[in-house]
């Protein structure tokens, strides 16, 4: 079973749109949670840490579900320039490892 | 701002060829990581290293070695370039979280 898993998509919505990615990472130990966003092409780049209690940056809203150990992330008012893949990473801290979900792509359309 | 670097944005090399790629950061981070990304697979951890001299195999470690002579350069070499080597490779580093990557090397093995 991998450690971090996320639907590739597409998910292809209209500007305007709200659309929600889920995560699930399968190792209860597990610390941080990151989403990055790596458009086509180029290196992942962090978009917001996931904290606990929930945290929102903008049009951006991350939550964490320890429970049922996934998290996500909300996008409201999508813009044509959101489209990108979204990696959901998650953090090991005492044996320093980082993993990573496939990606969820997004594609928003005029 | 961090800067992680890596030497080369498109590399080419022939089967067998001995391959170095070269990461240097610039914020005296002491963790510094070598990922290869193919579509389908996400990023896979090679090679991870925590300080100077000291490494660690990461996921997919076998073809590859790694050197960390000074704290802010991070070398990954491929022994023997074989083609399912063909892959972007990305470098990246962090202190205490999250991961700052380089630009990515987009290496094709013929």
């Known amino acids: 079973r991998k450690e971090v898993e996320q639907d590739p998509g597409p998910f292809n919505v209209p500007e305007g749109a709200t659309v929600a990615f889920n995560c699930t990472y399968s190792n209860s130990a597990s610390q941080s949670f990151f989403w990055y966003r790596q458009d086509c092409r180029k290196e992942p780049k962090l978009l917001m840490s996931v904290y606990s209690s929930g945290n929102e940056d903008g049009r951006f809203t991350a939550q964490l579900n320890r429970a049922s150990q996934y998290i996500s992330l909300l996008i409201r008012d999508s813009k044509l320039s959101d489209s990108a893949t979204y990696l959901c990473?998650?953090?090991?801290?005492?044996?320093?490892?980082?993993?990573f979900g496939s990606g969820t792509k997004l594609n928003v359309k005029p | 701002d961090v800067k992680v670097t890596q030497s080369s944005r498109y590399l080419v090399k022939r089967t067998g060829e001995k391959v170095f790629l070269e990461c240097v950061q610039d914020m005296d981070h002491e963790n510094m990581f070598w990922y290869r990304q193919d579509p389908g697979l996400g990023l896979r951890l090679i090679y991870f290293s925590y300080d100077v001299k000291m490494k660690e195999k990461g996921d997919i470690p076998e073809g590859y070695s790694v050197s960390r002579e000074k704290k802010e350069r991070f070398s990954l070499i491929l022994e023997s370039a074989s083609t399912n080597q063909t892959s972007m490779y990305l470098c990246?580093?962090?202190?205490?979280?999250?991961?700052?990557f380089g630009d990515g090397t987009r290496l094709s093995i013929l």
């Open positions: 990246a580093s962090t202190n205490n979280q999250p991961q700052h």
């Open positions: 990473v998650v953090n090991l801290r005492n044996f320093n490892k980082f993993y």
